[in-house]
């Protein structure tokens, strides 16, 4: 990566590594809350269910 960043400097293109560096940070970041949305998702769909068996348990007794 260091020969990389100074090839790219000595060339004089230094606002595409720059624009380079932040679209792979907003895409990282991208990835990793879409990851974290997903989890949290699953936790609620594992609520919800909780919920659904506990109504299905209390409507039987009745």
């Known amino acids: 990566m260091d020969e990389l960043t100074r090839t790219v400097i000595e ?3 230094l606002a ?3 624009l380079f560096l932040w679209a792979s940070g907003a895409s990282a970041l ?3 809350s879409l990851r974290e ?3 949290v998702n699953q936790h ?3 609520f ?3 919920i ?3 109504n299905r ?3 039987k007794d009745d």
């Open 52 to 54: 659904a068996n506990l």
């Open 16 to 18: 595409h590594l720059a």
């Open 44 to 46: 609620f769909n594992d």
């Open 37 to 39: 949305m997903a989890r």
């Open 11 to 13: 060339r004089g293109d």
């Open 48 to 50: 919800v269910q909780e």
């Open 30 to 32: 991208l990835v990793w």
């Open 57 to 59: 348990l209390f409507r």
